[in-house]
Nanobody
Framework: VQLQASGGGLVQAGDSLRLSCAAS????????MGWFRQAPGKEREFVAA????????YYADSVKGRFTISRDKGENTVYLQMNSLKSEDTAVYYC????????????????WGQGTQVTVSS
């Protein structure tokens, strides 16, 4: 499965962005699609995840209430709607696919997209 992330850009604090991650291959109900981010000099951190089959969603505390993850099964695409962006949200955002129950751990992901840069100016 190849994942193609897009939608990043340069915005001001308080603005919104929507990231997309399109999967070229089959995504099964047992899979979890996740978004992670990595800021310069920092480790990759979990942002949000969604169970492809039932649609259960999970968020890092730092984005809860501001970010929303969703998926479109017909388009084989997962989205990350980011509202009320802050300067600390600046990072490269990656989408990934896993079948692991430890989906908040980036090392559990096998397939990754190429990353999309999000820059929030204050």
């Amino acid at each position: 499965v190849q994942l193609q992330a897009s939608g990043g850009g340069l915005v001001q604090a308080g603005d919104s962005l929507r990231l997309s991650c399109a999967a070229s291959g089959r995504v099964y109900s047992s899979h979890v699609m996740g978004w992670f981010r990595q800021a310069p000099g920092k480790e990759r951190e979990f942002v949000a995840a969604i169970r492809w089959g039932v649609g259960n969603t999970y968020y890092a505390d730092s984005v809860k209430g501001r970010f929303t993850i969703s998926r479109d099964k017909g388009e084989n695409t997962v989205y990350l709607q980011m509202n009320s962006l802050k300067s600390e949200d600046t990072a490269v955002y990656y989408c990934g696919k896993t079948s692991s129950s430890s989906f908040k751990v980036w090392g559990e992901y096998v397939d990754w997209g190429q990353g999309t840069q999000v820059t929030v100016s204050s």
